[in-house]
């Protein structure tokens, strides 16, 4: 599975922007894909994922009611919607695709990724 990750850019407190993530390959075989992002100096953190399946969603706290993640399968793409960006949502993001069943919130369960996708939210 490849994932291309684009939408990155920079944009002030307040504004908005949407991430992308193409994928390709066996995409049959990943139950979920996920973002999450590292600023500098942090640990990568998650933000957000959503089940191919049946469209369920989870998100972290810190960006719960100003993410939204959502998916066409179709296209095989995912998109990360993000409204109200702050300064501290500045960082690397990054897609991932899990081919298995538990620990979305974790990077462990996550078997592939994508290149990061700078954000910077400036104040």
């Known amino acids: 599975v490849q994932l291309q990750a684009s939408g990155g850019g920079l944009v002030q407190a307040g504004g908005s922007l949407r991430l992308s993530c193409a994928a390709s390959g066996r995409t049959f075989s990943t139950y979920a894909t996920g973002w999450f992002r590292q600023a500098p100096g942090k640990e990568r953190e998650f933000v957000a994922t959503?089940?191919?399946?049946?469209?369920?969603?989870y998100y972290a706290d810190s960006v719960k009611g100003r993410f939204t993640i959502s998916r066409d399968n179709a296209k095989n793409t995912v998109y990360l919607q993000m409204n109200s960006l702050k300064p501290e949502d500045t960082a690397v993001y990054y897609c991932a695709a899990s081919s298995k069943l538990v620990n979305w919130e974790t990077a462990r369960g996550y078997d592939y990724w994508g290149q990061g996708t700078q954000v910077t939210v400036s104040s």
């Open positions: 959503i089940r191919w399946s049946t469209g369920s969603t």
